[in-house]
């Protein structure tokens, strides 16, 4: 017998863990069918499975036992890109944030379940901080065409430094979802504590009263407009009005910038988050509100919610 960890995947995200004593795993309906030597179980809710076995792969074999759940009903699911490229205090920080069932419900996905089209179960996908390339290579050129088309069907996408740069328009390996670019090939401007002015636009979208804000920092794109008549014109959400300059970068063309955006992109919506306010003290709404956004319309339920309780609000 082989030992490995299945993974399945309901029709709204959520997931079910079981370590199992065999090779393979078949789904039909509501039923998991296993093998009857099973080390472990461990069950979250999910009604309707999709197989996936240890290496991404879809299983079709079959085999005797069985195990049924039922979950709850999860208004926006969001997937969120774990894999190469990726890393750091912003992924806990947004677990924590957006397991806040029965408003959004949050699962980690990878570079295979991403090429085997896992994000078409999903409301939401964010991409967070690390190295835009790295996660790109990472997804591989089905990955990104994926995401690209899962976009383009109405799914919401929100991108953290790493993820921002892979929303523009500026590489060979970015999404090209933003019609943005970056201001100079110089990235690495080092980590710091700036100043950000928010539009009347992104109080509105990301559920602040107030417009100043001090926000963490470190190497996220510094964006201009890249001109493409391919994509419509994008909405600055906010603005930095601080810099930092370190290894030689370009001064003074981060002031006045775009810090976030956001912008549709065919039926879906995406929003730029260059900063890291997912890692800042009191700014923890930030994102949270951001994927209510860029969630399909009739997901997004943005008054009265249990999420917006759990929250930090400003005051």
């Not at 636009?201 to 963490?216: A, F, K, M, Q, S």
Request: glycine share 8%; proline share 7%.
């Amino acid at each position: 017998m082989i030992r490995k960890t299945a993974k399945h995947y309901s029709a709204r995200g959520q997931l079910l863990i079981r370590v199992l004593s065999f090779s393979s795993v078949v789904i039909i309906c509501n039923t998991v069918i296993a093998a009857p030597n099973q080390a472990s179980a461990t069950l979250l809710p999910a009604p309707h499975f999709m197989a996936v076995d240890a290496a991404g792969n879809r299983d079709a074999t079959s085999s005797t036992d069985k195990a049924v759940a039922t979950e709850p009903l999860t208004k926006i699911r969001v997937a969120l890109y774990k894999g190469p490229g990726t890393g750091g205090e912003g992924p806990p920080n947004l677990k924590k944030y957006l397991n806040s069932p029965p408003e959004t419900s949050i699962t980690e996905v990878s570079p295979e379940e991403i090429q085997h089209g896992i994000l078409k179960y999903f409301d939401v996908v964010i991409f967070a901080g690390g190295s835009g390339s790295k996660e790109a290579e990472a997804i591989g050129e089905i990955g990104r065409s994926n995401v690209i088309q899962f976009v383009s069907n109405g799914g919401g996408y929100v991108g953290i430094c790493a993820g921002a740069y892979l929303a523009t328009s500026g590489y060979p390996w970015s999404l090209h979802l933003l019609n943005v670019k970056t201001v100079s090939p110089k990235w690495q401007r080092g980590r710091s504590t700036l100043k950000l002015e928010l539009t009347a636009r992104g109080r509105e979208i990301l559920g602040r009263t107030e417009t100043n804000l001090n926000v963490i920092y470190h190497n996220g794109p510094v964006v201009k407009e890249a001109g493409l008549d391919t994509l419509p014109p994008f909405e600055p959400l906010a603005y930095f009005r601080t810099e930092v300059a370190s290894n030689n970068t370009p001064v003074g063309v981060m002031i006045n910038s775009p810090a976030i955006i956001a912008a549709p992109f065919k039926k879906g919506r995406v929003v730029f988050v260059s900063p890291h306010p997912e890692q800042t003290k009191d700014l923890d709404g930030i994102i949270p509100h951001a994927v209510l956004w860029v969630a399909p319309k009739d997901q997004a339920r943005l008054k009265n919610t249990t999420l917006d309780k759990n929250i930090t609000k400003a005051e």
